[in-house]
């Protein structure tokens, strides 16, 4: 097969981009997210259709927040957007006449490092998303596992703090609650509530108050050697190796991927994720340990991975 | 191929039996597990020429404790027998002149139950042992999956509290802590310290202390009544089924199986871990849950598997 | 000193009543919460007013959440009022012309079931008060311990679970997060979500859902038999008397007094407390336990508390 | 009253000398702890004997490990001596002819910080003796608070962590688990085992190994700069400090006072307790601190508290 779409479907935008054998984007477009989930469905086929003028394609893939089916064409549900028993496959295909395959967006994006990025050449790779929340994705013989429903992979909720923080799933303790670009902000304002002379320069980025504390202030305020910003991505960090060690335990894959927003930092939060996976692995006296790479996609993994999916069948 | 003999290498005693490709056990033979390394390996040599005598058996497979490499030959680290890199496939191949299939025994057991006991038409099934401690075992799309090194399915050392009890393996907080038949122990002991007037049942069982209870007083106790039995039930139970909920965000199969000697009390522990794990299951409403099954094959699960893994070679 | 006057600043409503030396409320009158602290200030003093018109009253005690000061004249800092560093007596006594004295409300509560209600005969009392928060208040040899600067006894705010839940407080795993009317609720709708089926009769209490869940149907659902109900106040009553554990291993009183609204259930909460309190404490064999009494004043101990701590002046 | 003796009863060697009004110890005896309880009250006597020679002494404080009745006569239970509410006041009082008080050593120390050390000044102040384990004591309007039955202060075994480490109470996620001089070993150790090549200097000072460190190891390798053994004491900081933070929410002192062996190496271990207990404490926005002080009596804090409470009489 030549050409695939990928479409990936987050929270505010709507992507969608032609893909080659390769992993190359030839061309993409990119419309903001609708409200409602008819809007969606109206909103993914014109942007298929809008790329495909120009190429032929043959098939598209949708990476989408929530849990996909087993047969990779409904979402039994979403976050972000109202889809309960979305028959998404379906619908798309109804609307542009190209085979459709959906996929949970982590799930896609996995994919995308392993057959063009980071796991390249791997057989066993472990993907985590550490985005907004943390998502994750699991190949296993070079093939993308997804569990007999359809929803394997949903790491960021697996259980790290017996009676822990509220999670927006319900549950409570979810990895995704102590790992991710929205546990480092909190990490961030406590510290800096605490201690507000170790962050002098985090909060010169904001209003000053540990409140107007985001992201990039922190990474901004990290790399110029704010204790606080440092910190917080060693909070951040202590976790996520945790977390690591844990699927090592049940997984031993040859390598662990991490990518999402917090990766894009690169070693300021890969070495101490690497240092916290070493000291939490159980028996890493008697076994090789598995290598933990930044992924090489960044933000088009998804996208990438997406269109590979539908090209696969 | 035809008859294969599995052999389970226990802390005090090591089994071998001779199996047909029904996974049933034509004749069996048990020694002492001998306290040197070598002296196991002369063991297990003779165990097998003892069975393979009124038989033609065509491999060996061996499920032992411990880390057991890629290649399944050999035992990387050993809990009860000071194995540390033991060559183990080639120094009983020479003894025995039969090829031989070295692996975990839980994943052996994992496989006896996947191929001929509860998990009979699943293609996707997670196991877990709840002995002394408790192991794991993972089936996806009908292969046993044992990890780039060989190590995967360690459930026991999953970290469910931080900062938890020491586990033997040098971690803290592992889940085998929690919920294995030592947890249980544990628990009834110091419920029976604290509330002697609700363990007046389990404690006649034994010297009158909390101090010499032990587990099959528990089992014994709870059937009969014991309200700090049943309770410990319930706490292992719990720790359980909690993390049966994170291993259905990761793994997502169509059943779990429950073996080991705790499962030997069916209902008075599957029943308790069935409402644990639906209370911890992130996103029931929304997905379908897998089963969860008693293991059926009950101490002979090990040997039967390894056989059969020894078949498919 | 004759009659004094206890004011009790709800976040809702004031009550102000004029008590006598027994403890006995001759008189009282309620008012709406106003919004500004101003306005607080001018409706205390009205009420002060209202009900001293038939009485010589010599005093006025204030119970009011929040951190009061050394001298119990100034509210620091106030969760429900926006009262920061706020001269509460002062004001007060400008408007009232008595003198004035301002007290926690928990203290004040505290001191009024040490003095007229369960705490009679006891000269080391620990009380807490399970309302919306948790509240607590120490008497050591018969008098209020209010520390250096006026903040003792913030029970609620001492780290139940590392790492756990969030607290309006700003800091994590509070015990009023684990132990309160909230939790209460929160473990009643997590439950409800997981097995509606054991919760038939608490939901048909609302409007079905678990969302609509409040804290009076699950005492109604409880005493009717509802097994979340009952589960609910069960793990509140885990948490709660692990802390009174704790403040055994610290303050080793002869009492703890349990009020509050979730204490008005009577032994439907008193007596898991004190099995959880007897689970949980340290070295209990060798040592006398204190008692866990339910508070006898309701919902006017902190009332008649204040105006009596006016009294001794 | 004029001079008194102070005895230290610890688990390898008892102290006894004469102590004058001002704290100065004028002459002390030290013989090894005997093996029983009847041994270790000859042994008391002969010192006491021994050092009285000399001086005109009028009364004897002893101080011991474990739960002190109130009358502070009896000792109740005691971790490392085999006593059982074991009558030592009268034992020794027959032996000696002089009057005795008994009391727990961790508030005999806490008294003698606070009239001669660094308490002197202030009238509210807590103590932690960090040793081998965890213990405390609580001065409120200049008394020790002994609580009820005598067994106030026992702060070791408040739980850090639900479900957390074992103790030697029986309990689980004392405090004393993560915050001691044992526990100061444990993470050095664990650590090391993690990342050898960041321990060098620390597995230098022992045979290589990370079963070999112990106590004195760690503060000469934190000095030196080495990474794991500073880490360690930053760990046993964290939970030191958030403890406090919760101890400052209970009692409210103006100081906190840090002893025992632990506090020896002074703002190595100081200064990061005094930041983790800023991040910890609750509220810290709206109140006055409490200051957090190195003890300065050292190992002789139990001695000569023990012999002033004997002067108190």
């Given at each position: 097969?030549?050409l695939?779409?990928?479409?990936?479907i987050?929270g505010?935008?709507?992507?969608a981009?032609?893909?080659?054998?390769?992993g190359?984007?030839?061309?993409?477009?990119?419309?903001?997210?609708?409200?409602?989930?008819?809007?969606?469905?109206?909103?993914?086929a014109?942007?298929?259709?809008?790329?495909s003028?120009?190429h032929?394609?043959?098939?598209?893939?949708?990476?989408?927040?929530g849990y996909v089916?087993?047969?990779?064409?409904?979402?039994?549900?979403?976050?972000?957007?109202?889809?309960?028993?979305?028959?998404?496959k379906?619908k798309v295909?109804?609307?542009v006449?190209?085979?459709?395959?959906?996929?949970?967006?982590?799930?896609?994006?996995a994919?995308?490092?392993?057959?063009?990025?980071?796991?390249?050449?791997?057989?066993?790779?472990i993907?985590?998303?550490?985005?907004?929340?943390?998502?994750?994705?699991?190949i296993?013989?070079?093939k993308?596992?997804?569990?007999?429903?359809?929803?394997?992979?949903?790491?960021g909720?697996?259980?790290?703090?017996?009676?822990g923080?509220l999670?927006?799933?319900?549950?409570?303790g979810?990895?995704?609650?102590?790992?991710?670009?929205r546990?480092?902000?909190?990490?961030?304002k406590?510290?800096?509530?605490?201690?507000?002379?170790?962050?002098?320069?985090?909060?010169?980025?904001?209003?000053?108050?540990?409140?107007?504390?985001?992201?990039?202030?922190?990474?901004?305020?990290?790399?110029?050697?704010?204790?606080?910003?440092?910190?917080?991505?060693?909070?951040?960090?202590?976790?996520?190796?945790?977390?690591?060690?844990?699927?090592?335990?049940?997984?031993?894959?040859?390598?662990?991927?991490?990518?999402?927003?917090?990766?894009d930092?690169?070693?300021?939060v890969?070495?101490?994720?690497?240092?916290?996976?070493?000291?939490?692995?159980?028996?890493?006296?008697?076994?090789?340990?598995?290598?933990?790479?930044?992924?090489r996609l960044?933000?088009?993994?998804?996208?990438?991975?997406?269109?590979?999916?539908?090209?696969?069948g």
């Amino acid at each position: 097969m030549g050409l695939t779409i990928g479409v990936d479907i987050g929270g505010t935008k709507i992507a969608a981009g032609v893909v080659d054998e390769e992993g190359s984007i030839l061309e993409t477009v990119t419309v903001p997210t609708p409200s409602t989930p008819e809007g969606v469905v109206d909103a993914i086929a014109a942007a298929v259709r809008d790329v495909s003028t120009n190429h032929a394609v043959e098939a598209v893939g949708i990476g989408a927040a929530g849990y996909v089916d087993d047969k990779r064409a409904t979402v039994l549900f979403a976050p972000n957007i109202n889809w309960r028993h979305e028959a998404l496959k379906d619908k798309v295909e109804q609307r542009v006449g190209l085979p459709v395959v959906v996929e949970n967006d982590a799930n896609a994006a996995a994919w995308g490092e392993y057959r063009f990025g980071a796991g390249q050449g791997h057989n066993d790779v472990i993907c985590i998303t550490l985005g907004t929340g943390l998502g994750g994705g699991i190949i296993i013989g070079n093939k993308l596992r997804r569990g007999r429903f359809g929803v394997a992979g949903e790491f960021g909720h697996i259980r790290m703090v017996p009676d822990g923080l509220l999670c927006g799933c319900g549950s409570q303790g979810c990895w995704e609650q102590y790992a991710s670009g929205r546990a480092l902000v909190r990490y961030a304002k406590q510290r800096a509530v605490a201690q507000p002379e170790n962050a002098e320069l985090l909060l010169s980025l904001g209003d000053g108050t540990p409140a107007a504390i985001e992201g990039h202030h922190i990474s901004q305020a990290a790399r110029g050697g704010d204790p606080v910003a440092i910190d917080s991505f060693r909070e951040l960090a202590r976790w996520a190796g945790a977390g690591l060690a844990d699927l090592a335990s049940l997984f031993d894959p040859s390598a662990f991927i991490v990518g999402g927003g917090v990766s894009d930092e690169g070693e300021l939060v890969l070495d101490p994720i690497r240092k916290s996976f070493r000291r939490w692995l159980v028996g890493g006296q008697y076994r090789p340990h598995a290598q933990v790479l930044a992924a090489r996609l960044g933000g088009k993994a998804g996208l990438v991975g997406a269109a590979d999916l539908a090209r696969q069948g």
